[in-house]
């Protein structure tokens, strides 16, 4: 699962970094340690989109930021995020990215148009209730499973990345939303795909750190798979993959030692190979034995 930063390139976009805010139209820059300044434009104020606490100086958010009715974006640090209480936030929020630790979200909070909520490091823990239109989800999860019982009741959720995965029933409980991308995160005691086939909506799957990985022909009945990352993986054999009825994209990541590569020829659709770090790599040789319609990114 990839998570696309906000486009801040517009001329209207006003970024709120550290407590700093630059007013487009007299060019000025202000420090809001305690409220708005009266001299700040009104139309800056309406244009903030983004804002971001990097430098952690902020223990909890502002109340003027109620008044940024467009923002989009929240860049915050795990002690601010678990800080929000009902109220805090303009409704229009759409992504939360955290940063720095696990977060555990007011019980009460809703955000009602939050889409994307991203957990760099650490566990999220939350009501299903507060967050009724997510659609992206990264989050570790907790030995009790609590945060699994959540996350299957977003009914909205169709990309997610979670780990480490102690559920065997993983894939059968998945199968009840209608994900179009996953990411098994490190830490996952997995040794098998068994039941991934169940489900038949993902069009992309990243695989993590998984060292004893079997029976990746279960991949083949995901008809609608377009795109397979495998991350640090240890992949005996792609033969299995010679009959996938879909598959346009393969990477390798970190796949030492890298399987034979040329039984990839064989999957019909695959347009594209990209190999990354992946140690030594005869590239002209690589070049010779790959079919020409499959793009080589190394």
């Not at 976009?13 to 407590?19: A, C, E, L, Q």
């Not at 594209?272 to 030594?280: A, K, T, W, Y």
Request: glycine share 4%; net charge neutral; proline share 6%.
């Amino acid at each position: 699962m990839y998570f696309e930063p906000p486009n801040m390139d517009s001329a209207e976009s006003v970024r709120f970094s550290d407590g700093m805010i630059q007013d487009p139209l007299s060019r000025n820059t202000f420090l809001l340690s305690e409220g708005l300044p009266q001299c700040l434009c009104p139309q800056t104020i309406k244009n903030v989109t983004l804002f971001e606490v990097k430098r952690r100086f902020l223990t909890a958010l502002p109340a003027f930021i109620k008044e940024f009715t467009n923002l989009e974006f929240l860049h915050l640090p795990a002690y601010t995020a678990s800080s929000l209480k009902p109220g805090d936030l303009p409704d229009s929020v759409r992504t939360l990215l955290v940063y720095g630790g696990s977060i555990k979200l007011h019980s009460e909070l809703v955000l009602p148009s939050l889409e994307k909520l991203v957990v760099t490091q650490g566990e999220c823990r939350f009501h299903h209730s507060t967050l009724p239109c997510l659609k992206m989800l990264s989050t570790d999860l907790d030995k009790e499973n609590r945060i699994l019982t959540q996350v299957l009741r977003l009914t909205q959720l169709k990309h997610l990345s979670i780990g480490p995965i102690r559920n065997e029933n993983l894939f059968l409980e998945l199968s009840a939303l209608s994900l179009t991308s996953l990411n098994i995160r490190p830490g996952s005691a997995l040794r098998s795909l068994d039941g991934i086939e169940l489900i038949g909506s993902l069009t992309q799957l990243q695989l993590t750190n998984f060292r004893q990985l079997a029976k990746i022909e279960r991949l083949n009945e995901l008809i609608g798979l377009i795109d397979l990352i495998f991350l640090r993986c240890y992949i005996e054999d792609l033969n299995p993959l010679n009959l996938h009825p879909s598959l346009k994209s393969l990477t390798l990541w970190s796949c030492k030692p890298v399987p034979e590569l040329t039984p990839v020829n064989h999957i019909k659709t695959l347009e594209q190979l990209v190999l990354r770090n992946c140690g030594s790599i005869d590239s002209n040789l690589l070049k010779r034995q790959i079919d020409t319609r499959i793009k080589l990114i190394l």
